[in-house]
């Protein structure tokens, strides 16, 4: 390919949402025939770059050009009529039509007014064939396919529109080897026929496996971008993490309390679920505090969601306290002992209707049944107790929890688990979104309890976070358990490393 | 914080309640005349009570199932089996004036009323299908249920004892009232003086989280649904009960959606999560004075639905604050209408 | 939401509503009549064993398709079909449609396939027919219609349409009421209740009536509303108007159900009904008639359902190719207390 003229040129781009300055003066450029893979973790804007390039949402300041012109798309089907397609993560098809139905849907030929089925079929099996390098049935319905199909028939759908960009947003985070395999095929097909590819994935492997060009942002600033074959990976890591390698000396260190002959409190062995985290080895002693590392989509909520129970291990075996428990459902595991703060507050932690009372009694009245319901008075003492211990604000159980901060309502999750006196609590993300004092306060708070005694299995994505409270820390890489890491073995370059990995 | 009554959830349907009352009051004074006769009140005001306790019994069930996220469709065809049950038995019993029989013709009817109503919880909490389509299936077998049982045609009691259930009257009021005071006050103590109603609220509003906090989602979905059967169930007694006798073609029908347009009047959302008994209370009583207010001033049957459609729209209209802010911002710039979340807590 | 986890599911519920309603829509030929139990789907094929069809030298086929079995009612007229038929020597087919248009339709291309000699029906709904009766026309099978009338221009598809004139229903309730106030001075106060909004019968009884009523200017109705044919809703607005009026003198039912659940209303309020309100209903159906023994009605109009041996007779006469009226009425009396009470005894239903 040759270094021309770009077909898109994205300049200075700015996007402010209320509080957030989602895009800080990013460039961005796309050149016809490569495939350009878009890096950075959780926030640093990347979706609002592709949302703002398709017409999602106006750009507040910068300029874009696409082959050659100004180009300001209003919705995303401008943008699609002007050659820029995109293919989203969750599929936005219909499994219940058949796959020449789906990829012309909305613009199905006719004739004399009635669609014209058989043009439609035969349309749609020259343009799988000849674009995607595939034969299917296409009056079958999509749903009898896999989702790997289905991926490509949502491909075919973009591809229809006389497209010459094609955005993949991580279009291969539910696929299995051989189906990423036969993606990228394809892919690499396309771009013979020169179409531009945007590629946005959290597999590092994967980028350095079919992209040509990286382009790097972290937290809405543009870092970089480089030919892939000129980028190493211990440093495309630390460009998306933010931290320089020869600024990082060992911090001191925590001494591991004395594990020595106890044994742990939970112990997984070769625990896996297919499509979440590849078969992992973990122990976790009381008093002791585990951290997960790894980038976004790496396995680390997999592994904690598996040893709650939220999700089902397929295989492999896990040990509660020397014995074996079958952790096949939450219950199961409060029952055990174990409490788990979700990295999803919204969905997956607060109940928004209820109180901040209710909200921390939950569990704990849950865990004792309907009918022995904790008085309306020791309700009310166990929340101010953790309000004041806390110091949720305001400081009024009665509040509903969706008008508290993001900080606080992950107290009071906290507090919810907390109230269980749990031996083991997993905490994912728990300091994601909320300000500085707070994440300074829930670390300290952590440290307490571990030394009071409970275990804590820790899951952030700064690595820091996972340095100063963590006494071992277990590295995940695209879903496998890659390294562990303990005592002065736990620094920043060798767990970047290890993300890094080959 | 002082309570701030206009910020109450009960404030605009009871402000429905009082408008069409008020209408009464304008048109046809003697709406509110109440006499003392043989031993009891006697009125429109006490027709209301009587005829609005069944439909105000459903909707107390109906609005526990629409707070877990479900909706019941299956409580019209549950008043006509339960019906046809209890007068089936009863009419082939040796002595219909026997209050055996008839006490055990009722625990007859609410007994499988209660196994249907399982049979809907076992479909959506075991199952797992969506709760509108599980209990479609009973909705349209149960009708035709009702009918095997009383062989399509109309089953006529004389039993006195039976009578009482719907037509009796006990301390001068119908005592279908009690039964309707004692299905409420019965769910507004397990929900709000057990933890019932906070694990209801829980599993409606985000049953991912409730999951994860360790409810017991499945049995407390077989419960509600369950409950919600036994309300159809002495609706479906008091129903029958009320002219002796068991008609499985007309009996309940279109209940289920007066309750639901009850439950959502009371301010509880078709969403799930927040629940309000007393809510659903006087959007049962509000759907029955306009079914009453209707033939008190002799609209012409020809348009009476039309008009019950409108004051339906009315008040779900004046019900919504993105309406009433969308007509205040049309008139004087006034302070922003105060949300419905800041309510604290309701009865 | 999830497809393919709901189809099952609505199969399962097609599968249960197929099963309790349908079954036996295909008329069976042969065989004896019976076999089925009162509840289950019901086609037999009734001979009469004794007694030879008149005029023809071989049996009369008849294949009838009667709309269900949701009332007193209709339980009678299926029975005076049957009974009549046995009785004149024709060989029915008889088939329940279960209240559904499809079950009738299917019924009756049955009966063109079998070759019956004539076809009669009570349609479940007005219109819908053209299609299936032009097809018997044109295998030349005669149709007889019972009970309910079609809406279809082309009266050529039927017979003869055998049935109770709703209006005439009315106007007999208002001849009576009529003669009992002759000599009313003053206003006489009626209220009504109407069948379901719509429906044919209540659009008629209402105008016989009214048609009547109106030369006396005392008679007045002073509040109509629709109880739907039922008890219960007899019973709710009949309760209103006893708030709303003081001074009803008058009930007029458009059937014996609302009516009796009228009379619930009129004793809960402390009135003798029968006396303090004079009652009119039409139908005559048993519990009406013991009502009305009983002297809480004072008049019932009979709708007649036991309309099989006017059916035979057109049938017969169809056969022969002898001319048929194309409106046939259904022979029906009035009960007033007294005669109520002496015919009680012998009412078929």
Redesign the interface.
């Known amino acids: 390919m040759s270094e021309n003229r770009p077909i898109l040129k994205m300049t200075g781009i700015h996007k402010r949402f209320p509080g957030v300055h989602a895009l800080n003066g990013v460039d961005f450029r796309m050149f016809a025939g490569e495939v350009h893979a878009l890096m950075g973790e959780n926030g640093a804007g990347k979706s609002t770059l592709i949302k703002v390039l398709t017409g999602v949402y106006p750009i507040d300041g910068g300029e874009v050009e696409w082959e050659g012109r100004p180009f300001h798309p209003r919705s995303p089907l401008e943008a699609q009529q002007a050659g820029i397609s995109t293919v989203y993560q969750e599929i936005h098809l219909c499994?219940?039509l058949s796959v020449a139905e789906n990829i012309f849907i909305g613009r199905e030929p006719r004739k004399f007014g009635r669609i014209s089925w058989r043009a439609m079929n035969r349309a749609a099996e020259a343009l799988l064939a000849e674009r995607l390098n595939v034969k299917l049935d296409v009056t079958r319905p999509l749903?009898s396919f896999s989702i790997a199909v289905q991926q490509l028939v949502a491909i075919a759908r973009a591809l229809n529109i006389s497209a010459r960009l094609l955005i993949l947003d991580e279009p291969t985070s539910s696929l299995d080897r051989d189906e990423v395999n036969r993606l990228f095929a394809i892919m690499r097909h396309l771009k013979r026929q020169g179409l531009a590819i945007l590629f946005v994935t959290h597999f590092l492997d994967q980028v350095y496996e079919v992209s040509d060009r990286i382009t790097i942002l972290r937290n809405g600033r543009f870092i970089g971008e480089y030919p892939t074959r000129e980028l190493p990976r211990v440093e495309l890591v630390q460009k998306m993490i933010g931290k320089d390698l020869d600024l990082l000396g060992s911090l001191p260190k925590r001494t591991p309390p004395s594990a020595g002959g106890e044994r742990p409190f939970l112990q997984a062995a070769g625990l896996g679920r297919k499509g979440g985290v590849e078969p992992f080895d973990l122990a976790i002693g009381s008093g002791e505090i585990v951290g997960l590392a790894g980038l976004l989509g790496s396995g680390r909520t997999e592994t904690a969601r598996l040893l709650f129970g939220a999700d089902r291990a397929d295989q492999g075996k896990c040990f509660v306290e020397g014995r074996e428990a079958k952790l096949d459902s939450p219950r199961k595991a409060i029952d055990r002992g174990i409490a788990f703060c979700s990295e999803n507050r919204k969905a997956e932690g607060i109940i928004e209707d209820l109180t901040v009372r209710e909200n921390i009694i939950l569990a704990l009245q849950a865990h004792r049944g309907w009918f022995r319901a904790l008085s309306r008075r020791r309700q009310e003492e166990i929340a101010d107790e953790y309000i004041r211990a806390l110091d949720i604000r305001p400081a009024d159980p009665e509040q509903l929890i969706r008008n508290l901060s993001g900080g606080n309502q992950q107290k009071v999750i906290l507090a919810r688990w907390l109230l269980m006196n749990p031996r083991l609590l997993i905490l994912d993300e728990p300091t994601r979104g909320i300000d500085v004092g707070a994440k300074a306060e829930i670390q300290r708070l952590v440290l307490s309890l571990s030394e009071k005694g409970m275990a804590v299995l820790f899951i952030s994505s700064e690595l820091e976070e996972v340095i100063r409270v963590s006494s071992r820390v277990a590295v995940l890489r695209d879903r496998r358990h890659v390294r562990h890491l303990a005592g002065v073995e736990i620094r920043q370059s060798a767990i970047m490393q290890a993300i890094a990995g080959g | 914080m002082p309570f701030r009554w206009r910020n109450s959830h009960l404030f605009w349907p009871l402000a429905a309640l009082g408008g069409l009352l008020l209408i009464n009051l304008l048109l046809?004074p003697?709406?509110f005349?109440i006499r003392y006769?043989?031993g009891h009140l006697?009125?429109?005001l006490i027709?209301i009570l009587n005829?609005g306790s069944p439909l105000a019994i459903v909707a107390v069930g109906m609005t526990l199932v629409i707070a877990t996220r479900g909706i019941d469709l299956s409580v019209g065809s549950l008043v006509a089996i339960s019906g046809a049950m209890a007068c089936l038995t009863i009419s082939r019993g040796a002595d219909q004036q026997s209050l055996h029989l008839v006490l055990g013709a009722v625990l007859l009817a609410l007994a499988v009323s209660v196994a249907l109503g399982l049979w809907n919880g076992l479909?959506v909490a075991g199952?797992?299908?969506?709760p509108i389509?599980?209990t479609?299936?009973l909705m349209?077998?149960g009708r035709?249920?009702a009918q095997?049982i009383t062989?399509?045609?109309?089953i006529?009691v004389t039993s006195k004892p039976y009578h009482f259930i719907g037509?009796g009257w006990l301390f001068t009021l119908p005592f279908s009232v009690y039964l309707a005071a004692l299905v409420f006050l019965f769910a507004a103590w397990m929900t709000r003086r057990t933890s019932l109603g906070m694990f209801i609220e829980a599993i409606g509003c985000n049953p991912a989280a409730s999951r994860l906090a360790g409810i017991r989602s499945r049995s407390i979905l077989l419960a509600v649904y369950m409950f919600c059967a036994l309300c159809a169930g002495i609706a479906g007694l008091i129903?029958s009960s009320?002219?002796?006798?068991a008609?499985g073609?007309?009996?309940g029908l279109w209940i289920e959606l007066d309750a639901i347009l009850a439950v959502v009047i009371g301010g509880t959302s078709l969403a799930g999560g927040r629940f309000s008994l007393a809510g659903t209370l006087v959007g049962a009583l509000l759907i029955q004075t306009l079914?009453?207010t209707i033939?008190?001033l002799?609209v012409?049957?020809?348009i009476?639905l039309v008009v019950k459609a409108f004051v339906v729209l009315a008040v779900c209209l004046i019900q919504s604050p993105s309406f009433r802010r969308a007509i205040a911002a049309r008139g004087v710039p006034r302070k922003p209408v105060a949300s419905r979340q800041e309510v604290s807590r309701h009865g | 939401?999830n497809?393919?986890?709901?189809l099952p599911?609505?199969l399962?519920?097609a599968c249960?509503?197929v099963t309790?309603?349908g079954g036996g829509n295909q008329p069976s030929s042969g065989g004896g009549g019976g076999g089925s139990d009162?509840?289950g789907p019901s086609t037999q094929s009734t001979e009469s064993g004794g007694g030879s069809s008149s005029g023809a030298g071989k049996k009369i086929v008849l294949g009838f398709s009667q709309v269900?079995?949701?009332?007193?009612w209709?339980?009678a007229n299926t029975e005076s079909i049957k009974e009549a038929a046995a009785a004149a020597g024709i060989e029915l087919k008889f088939s329940d449609a279960q209240q559904k248009q499809e079950n009738q339709i299917k019924a009756i291309r049955s009966f063109i396939q079998q070759k019956v000699d004539v076809i009669a029906f009570s349609p479940v709904v007005e219109s819908g027919w053209e299609t299936v009766l032009r097809e018997a026309k044109e295998a030349g099978i005669p149709v007889i219609l019972t009970d309910r009338a079609i809406d279809s221009d082309d009266e050529s598809l039927y017979v003869t349409f055998i049935g109770s004139d709703f209006v005439e229903e009315g106007r007999r309730a208002g001849r009576w009421l009529l003669e009992q106030f002759k000599d009313a001075t003053e206003p006489v106060n009626i209220v009504e209740l109407?069948g379901t909004?719509?429906s044919a019968p209540a659009i008629d009884r209402k105008a016989g009536f009214e048609e009547v009523i109106r030369e006396n200017p005392n008679l007045r109705i002073i509040?109509?509303?629709?109880g739907?044919?039922?008890?219960?809703k007899g019973?709710?607005?009949m309760?209103?108007?006893l708030?709303?009026h003081?001074d009803i003198d008058v009930l007029y039912a458009h059937n014996d159900?609302m009516g009796?659940?009228a009379i619930?209303a009129i004793e809960?309020?402390?009135l003798v009904p029968g006396k303090d309100i004079i009652i009119i209903t039409v139908d005559a159906i048993r519990?009406g008639m013991q009502a009305a023994a009983e002297g809480k009605i004072n008049f019932i109009v009979e709708c007649n359902p036991l309309l099989g041996p006017q059916l035979m007779e057109a049938v017969i006469a169809v056969v022969e190719g002898r001319e048929v009226p194309k409106r046939i009425v259904t022979e029906e009396g009035a009960f007033t207390s007294e005669e109520a009470k002496a015919a009680l005894p012998y009412r078929k239903y």
Request: net charge negative.
């Open positions: 499994p219940n749903g | 046809k003697e709406f005349a006769q043989n006697y009125g429109s027709d005829f479909l199952a797992g299908i969506q389509i599980a479609l299936i349209v077998a035709g249920i095997l062989s399509g045609q109309i006529t037509a129903t009320n002219v002796s006798s008609d073609n007309n009996a079914t009453t033939y008190m002799g012409p049957p020809e009476t | 939401m497809v393919r986890k709901i599911i609505v399962l519920a249960l509503i309790a309603c009162s509840n269900g079995a949701e009332s007193g209709r339980t109407q909004t719509g509040a109509s509303q629709t739907d044919f039922t008890r219960a019973k709710e607005v309760q209103s108007f708030q709303a003081k159900d009796l659940g619930q809960a309020a402390g519990d």
